[in-house]
C-alpha cells in the first residue's frame, strides 16, 4: 500500500532529462517578445518625435452647431458651469410635501 508521501514524491511528469522542450521554448518566448518590446518603443518614439512642440490653441467656438462647441475644458481656470440648477450654498434643501 502506498502512502500520501510517496504518492506525492513519484515523478508523474516523464523524463525530465532527455526530450525537455520547455527551457528551449521558454528563451525563444522571452526573446521574441523582447524584440516585439524593442521595437514598439522605436516605433512610439519616432511617432513622438513628428509630435510639434505645442499645439495651436484652439480659437472659440466658431460653429455653435458642432458638438464639440459646448465642451468646457476644466483647465482652463474659467470654472465654467455646466448645471442647470444653481449651487448649493451650504444650506440644505428642504422638500414640502
Do not use: K
Not at 513519484?10 to 516585439?36: K, S
Not at 455653435?64 to 462647441?69: H, V
Request: without cysteine; aromatic residues 4%; glycine residues 12%.
Amino acid at each position: 500500500m502506498l502512502t500520501a508521501a510517496q504518492v506525492l514524491a513519484e515523478n508523474n511528469f516523464g523524463d525530465t532529462r532527455t526530450g525537455g522542450l520547455a527551457g528551449p521554448m521558454g528563451l525563444f518566448l522571452i526573446l521574441l517578445l523582447a524584440t516585439a518590446t524593442i521595437l514598439l518603443i522605436r516605433n512610439m518614439n519616432s511617432r513622438l518625435r513628428r509630435l510639434p512642440d505645442r499645439f495651436p490653441q484652439q480659437s472659440g467656438a466658431a460653429d455653435p452647431t458642432r458638438a464639440d462647441a459646448s465642451v468646457v475644458d476644466p483647465t482652463d481656470g474659467t470654472g465654467g458651469r455646466d448645471s442647470s440648477t444653481p449651487a448649493p450654498n451650504g444650506h440644505q434643501q428642504h422638500l414640502n410635501g
